[in-house]
């Protein structure tokens, strides 16, 4: 019996499309956002969760965004560019966020106070009222870096009553230490 090509083909989209509608039911989806100043590794660390790989990255100018899926959980993650001059519009991704991602160049002494300003203004902004802070403490591997601790003295991450939060030790470019942060937020989550 020959069947109509066109036929066929919607048969097909209608099928995929259930397929799609299924998985949404059984898949929730939690917003993210990375930030962190300019050069401390969130498109590395994005494309880590999503590729499991390094890529070569330029500095971000707006966002990237990709959903990362753990467990029939999914996250979109967006991260935002870090300079100075895009720092103002931080603010416009915020809606909706349910964690934020803090990425924290652990060998820039010199702009630490600038990450502990940025962090403070967004913990402030009634849209994150609710979120979780994850901070990454990242390049970990490089010698004479700050350590978790000093970086959670420089922040006064102990000061913060109104957040769940956690800080991971990483390294963006071998992956070490992100899975125990996504770990973390998948944790934060089943106690919701």
Known sequence: MLRDPCSVAVAVVIARLAVRLTCNIFVSEHKVIIVGLDNAGKTTILYQFSMNEVVHTSPTIGSNVEEIVVNNTRFLMWDIGGQ?????????????????????????????????????????????????????????????????????????????????????????????????????????????
Do not use: P
């Open 84 to 192: 100075e001059s895009l720092r103002s519009s931080w603010n416009t991704y915020y809606t909706n966020t349910e964690f934020v991602i803090v990425v924290v160049d652990s060998t820039d002494r010199e702009r630490i106070s600038v990450t502990k300003e940025e962090l403070y203004k967004m913990l402030a902004h009634e849209d994150l009222k609710k979120a979780g802070l994850l901070i990454f403490a990242n390049k970990q591997d490089v010698k004479e870096c700050m350590t978790v601790a000093e970086i959670s003295q420089f922040l006064k991450l102990t000061s913060i009553k109104d957040h769940q939060w956690h800080i991971q030790a990483c390294c963006a470019l071998t992956g070490e230490g992100l899975c125990q942060g996504l770990e973390w937020m998948m944790s934060r989550l089943k106690i919701r």
